[in-house]
């Protein structure tokens, strides 16, 4: 069974920088995509960002150019690099991982608390 574990949440100021990271017990390089999810309180699930075992990324538009998701395969982890926060960036992040290409994400961390303050 496929874990993956997120850490790198906290509190931080407007203006400020998190880096998510998302640690699995398997070898990403086996999954078609990583991606990184958020619930805001009071709203539903919101796509932030994939990126593909080749590399490709995609962004929401509420954070292109402010948000940067990487992978290092050695290590077995996502990354969720967070510039230039916002308090509408305040949520739960999960990470999700999807094995095949045209199938939902079928691996999910259980998600790390990102506040941040005005």
């Known amino acids: 069974q496929v874990q993956l574990v997120e850490s790198g949440g906290g509190l931080v100021q407007a203006g400020g920088s998190l880096r998510l990271s998302c640690a699995a017990s398997n070898s990403i390089f086996s999954f078609n995509a990583m991606r990184w999810y958020r619930r805001a309180p009071g709203k539903q699930r919101e796509w932030v960002a994939t990126?593909?075992?080749?590399?490709?990324?995609n962004y929401a538009e509420s954070v292109k150019g402010r948000f940067i998701i990487s992978r290092d395969n050695a290590k077995n982890t996502a990354y969720l690099q967070m510039n230039s926060l916002k308090p509408e960036d305040t949520a739960v992040y999960y990470c999700a991982a999807q094995a095949l290409p045209g199938y939902e994400d079928k691996y999910w961390g259980q998600g790390t608390q990102v506040t941040v303050s005005s």
């Open positions: 990126i593909t075992r080749g590399g490709t990324t």
